[in-house]
């Protein structure tokens, strides 16, 4: 993998990778703040190209990092890489009906995932924090904070089992 | 005033539908002062107000581009910068001059004409690259390198080009002394530019555009090229924060840039002083041709490939902003005419053939099937609107 930046002058900044199959990928980042996003596959001469706005290319960024995200659902992950290497996911759901009516002390979402609630947002109102009595409603959205593999769980034993 | 008005909501509309054609819009405003000015409906004269805006004009396009320079980016890349521009100043020098003289311009119009002739239009370059989606094309550094090139020559040019009649000992003793003051003053007054800089008030707009005019103003009184003044002055200021100046310059030259370019039609008189149509078309195909012979070599050369040549060609065929420049500052009526032509004709030229230069390269290069070359890009594939 090899890895290339150059700026140019009137144009922006270059990134280059190579790949190990030796495909290219080009980043540009624009001088009017857009993005330009080259791929080129490595017996192929003519690369497809894909111009991003600045919100575009950071959603895109947040998918390469491995972090899950879906149309109504978005996710950061955070890494740490002088704590070896420390990820955390952020993660925000929609409640559904499954999880409706029940409190936080009940779902035993910790202790069952390890995925702890940060925040709930319920109309324009947010909770930050909410306390093990918290009882929550179908549509609330909610920040989890996790491993990724913690958050599978919690996706799968909690939300929709 | 009210030709001032007219000429640029004229403009407005021509750049409404410039962008949306994807074409650029520099032939465009100097056809419409050619048609609103002397050479046609004589709607629109030059007055102390145009000539006002229009110095501003060429004034922010200077400081921009001194802007754009980075020395010790240049430094870096000398190589890379050399290897290309001294074919591209030779071939396109000298022809560019030798045509001119030939077609009976006086010695000094000649030099004009070449030095526009040469000079390929860095906006149009830029713009094409990144629209017609082919910056991933190696030739693309190449291409970005030769416009580098060719402004360092355009400010040497600007410097030793005067119209003073002071001893060049004199002139240039005196051009160190003001950059040496600038740059104590940029140097230790540093950190009280950018604190200026920061802030949300009118101050730092107030800053850029008093700045500017203030170094020309000075240049011109105490007799030392303006142009060239200005330019040091963008890249001395671009050592502290060249995207604040940037940001807090461009309104001015997005604006008065316009109206520069559309007086500078208003002005040129297509059809008295004696400019034979006949020049007007040579220097035009000469101009295409020379970029192309240019082109090819230096594809050739760096890339080991025709089809790179043609690729550096299709997107250095527009000569445009800087030739326009130079036929403003130092152009005889015939010579502004020739230059307005020729821009007008290769920036036309120039945006199709950027489009359109993977379909060149299998016309051109139909009967010498090269080694396969990557990358490069189809335009027809990525051309954007």
């Known amino acids: ?161 | 005033m009210e030709g001032i008005v007219l000429a640029l909501f004229v403009c407005l509309i021509l750049a409404l539908i410039t962008k949306r054609l994807s074409l650029p819009s520099i032939p465009f405003y100097i056809i419409a002062g050619l048609l609103l000015g002397e050479s046609g409906l004589k709607l629109v004269g030059a007055d102390e107000v145009s000539l006002f805006l229009t110095h501003l004009g060429l004034l922010f396009l200077l400081f921009f581009m001194g802007l754009e320079i980075k020395p010790d980016r240049i430094w870096s890349n000398q190589s890379a910068i050399l290897s290309s521009g001294l074919i591209d100043l030779h071939i396109n020098g000298i022809i560019g001059f030798v045509a001119a003289y030939a077609l009976g311009f006086s010695l000094f119009d000649a030099v004009i004409v070449a030095a526009a002739f040469f000079i390929s239009s860095t906006a149009m370059a830029v713009t094409s690259l990144i629209e017609n989606r082919k910056l991933l094309m190696r030739e693309s550094e190449t291409i970005v390198w030769l416009m580098i090139f060719e402004d360092i020559v355009l400010i040497a040019f600007l410097a030793f080009i005067g119209t003073s009649t002071e001893h060049p000992l004199l002139i240039l003793v005196k051009i160190i002394a003001v950059l040496g003051i600038i740059l104590a003053i940029t140097h230790y007054g540093k950190k009280y530019i950018i604190s200026v800089l920061k802030r949300d008030d009118e101050l730092p707009v107030l800053l850029t555009f008093s700045a500017v005019l203030g170094i020309a103003a000075l240049a011109s009184t105490i007799g030392i090229p303006e142009s060239f003044m200005v330019i040091a002055f963008g890249t001395i200021l671009g050592t502290i924060d060249p995207i604040a100046f940037e940001l807090h310059s461009r309104p001015f030259k997005d604006v008065f840039l316009v109206v520069f370019f559309v007086f500078f039609g208003v002005t040129v008189d297509l059809f008295s002083g004696g400019i034979s149509p006949l020049a007007i078309i040579v220097i035009c195909l000469v101009a295409i041709l020379t970029k192309f012979a240019s082109g090819m070599i230096i594809g050739k050369r760096i890339h080991g490939s025709s089809i790179s040549g043609v690729e550096i060609w299709a997107n250095t065929i527009s000569r445009g902003e800087f030739s326009i420049a130079i036929a403003a500052l130092y152009g005889s009526a015939v010579v502004s005419g020739t230059i307005a032509s020729m821009v007008i004709v290769t920036s036309i030229v120039g945006a199709f053939a950027a489009k359109y230069s993977g379909r060149i390269q299998k016309i051109i290069l139909r009967n010498k099937p090269g080694p396969p070359v990557q990358p490069d890009i189809h335009s027809e594939t990525g051309s954007g609107g």
């Open chain 1, 1 to 161: 993998m090899a890895l290339r930046s150059i700026n140019l002058p009137g144009i922006g900044t270059k990134y280059e990778l190579e790949t190990e199959k030796k495909d290219t990928v080009a980043v540009f980042f624009l001088k009017n703040g857009n993005i330009q996003m080259y791929t080129l596959q490595h017996d192929c001469r003519t690369p497809s190209v894909a111009e991003l706005s600045a919100v575009e290319a950071r959603r895109l960024g947040t998918i390469l990092t491995g972090a899950i995200m879906e149309a109504d659902k978005e996710s950061v992950e955070i890494a740490f890489s002088a704590l070896s290497d420390l990820r955390i996911s952020v993660h925000t759901y929609i409640i559904g009906k499954k999880m409706g009516g029940h409190s936080l002390e009940d779902l035993q979402i910790r202790a069952k995932t390890g995925v702890t609630i940060i925040a709930v947002s319920r109309g324009d109102k947010n909770v930050i924090n909410p306390p093990p009595s918290f009882l929550f409603q179908e549509g609330d959205a909610v920040v989890a904070i996790g491993e990724t593999d913690q958050l599978k769980t919690f996706e799968r034993e909690i939300m929709v089992a």
